[in-house]
Every structure is written in C-alpha cells, then in structure tokens.
C-alpha cells in the first residue's frame, strides 16, 4: 500500500534538523541504471514534473515486458528522455559481473542468470562496453552520451578498470549515502524507511543510484521517488548530470 505522495514528504521534512536545512543550496547528481523497467514510465514522469535531469546508464537488460532494454521497442521511451535533457552512459551490454582477473590485460565476466562466463581481454571489453551505446544510438541519434561507464553492481576489477581507461572510458560510482536501497528487499527497508534516510544523509556533491524498476522488490520505490525529488528540491538541492569526467565517489 502506497502512501500519499504529500504526507511522505511532509513526513521526511519534519525529521530534526531537516526543517533548518531547507534552502541549503548544493548539487547531486541522479543517476539510473536499467532493470526490470515496470515503473519507468512513472519514474520518468516525476523527473519531468519537477524538472530533474539525470544521468542513464543503458544495458541490454530483460524487462516485464518479456523484451529487452536496448530493443527497438524501447526506442520511444530512450527518445523521450534525450529530448527531456536526460544524459547517457554505458551500464554494459549484457550486465554480467566482474569477478576477478585472469593476468594483464584479461578480466573474468561471469553471468548471474547463468548465462555464460569468459574471460575478457582488451578488444572484447571495448566491444562489451561500446555495444550499448552504439545501440541506443541507433535509436536516439541525437542522444548525448558521456565517455563514462558502470560496471554491474558497482563490482569492477583492477585490470576492468584499466582496460576500460584504455576505451576512453572513466568508471562511475556513487556515494554511500547516494545509494537509495531501491533493490533492497522491501519487508526489511520499507518505502518511508528508505525516504527518511535518503533525505537525512543526502548531502551536496552526492551521484545517487536507482534503476527504473526492481523485479525482486514488493513495495516499489517508484512510490517514494517523487516525494524523495521534492524533498530534495525543497532543501535546496539541484539536479545536474554528471560531467563528462565524472565525480569522485
């Protein structure tokens, strides 16, 4: 059961020490990662209202829909996001893990679906990392892709992260409290909990992490995510997308 948008956020903001830190100016940086996608639409809609941007991290990921992320299906929905201001970024093309090296210039990339394992080495990390982006662009010609990527998880190896340099591509992390456990499980971090923290330890220069959906989770943390923004918006924050660079997480 969803709460009204406004009792959560009026809620969150009556916290002590929230109500004096209304008006503190700051940035963050809001970026989304591909998932299941059942309340993308709903996602994208909040951040339209209020005027957010943010920074998207594709990969060929399945959704409820029983397709993919990066199939021409979607196309509407990725050109909707360019022309709303939104940025993009690589998130990989089929969203395995890194789990370890095997010596320079070799990185082990496992499924967790068990789809498969191998290892990687140089072209074939490029071609991993270039593959999402020459994909939605495909669909969005006019989509501004940033030289950044996210391994799965946040999870990358020494020599991933080399190999990936040697792309042209820097790897984008968050910050701790810019995690917003929306694929935690819900009976243990309910919606308001998830709020209330993300709303007393968010601070200036955050990058925050969701997805547009989480398949596992009950308790979606779509219903929380406009109350999150205007609790947000109403300290004082604004909303950027990440420079070209990066920030340091």
Do not use: K
């Not at 503190?24 to 957010?52: C, F, K, N, P």
């Not at 991933?160 to 935690?184: I, K």
């Amino acid at each position: 059961m969803r709460l009204p948008r406004r009792a959560l956020a009026a809620a969150a903001l009556a916290l002590p020490g929230l109500a004096a830190a209304q008006g503190r100016a700051g940035r963050l940086y809001l970026t989304i990662d591909t998932g299941w996608s059942r309340e993308a639409e709903e996602i994208a809609a909040a951040m339209r209202r209020l005027g957010v941007r943010a920074t998207l991290f594709v990969a060929h990921e399945p959704t409820f829909r029983g397709d993919r992320q990066l199939d021409e299906s979607w196309a509407p929905f990725w050109r909707a996001r360019a022309a709303e201001g939104h940025v993009f970024a690589s998130h990989t093309w089929r969203h395995w893990y890194f789990q370890g090296d095997a010596g320079p210039g070799r990185t082990r990339y496992v499924s967790r679906r068990n789809e498969g394992a191998e290892v990687l080495d140089q072209p074939a990390l490029c071609a991993e990392l270039s593959r999402p982006v020459e994909a939605l662009r495909r669909m969005v010609p006019e989509a501004v892709v940033l030289p950044l990527w996210r391994a799965p998880g946040g999870i990358l190896t020494p020599e991933a992260r080399r190999m990936a340099a040697a792309c042209g591509l820097t790897h984008q992390g968050w910050t701790a409290n810019g995690f917003l456990g929306d694929e935690l499980p819900s009976d243990a971090h309910p919606n308001a909990a998830l709020l209330r923290r993300a709303l007393a330890s968010i601070r200036d220069g955050e990058v925050l992490v969701m997805h547009w959906g989480v398949r596992s989770r009950r308790e979606p943390f779509a219903g929380v995510f406009a109350p999150l923004l205007e609790g947000l918006l109403a300290r004082g924050f604004r909303f950027e997308t990440l420079p070209p660079e990066g920030r340091p997480t």
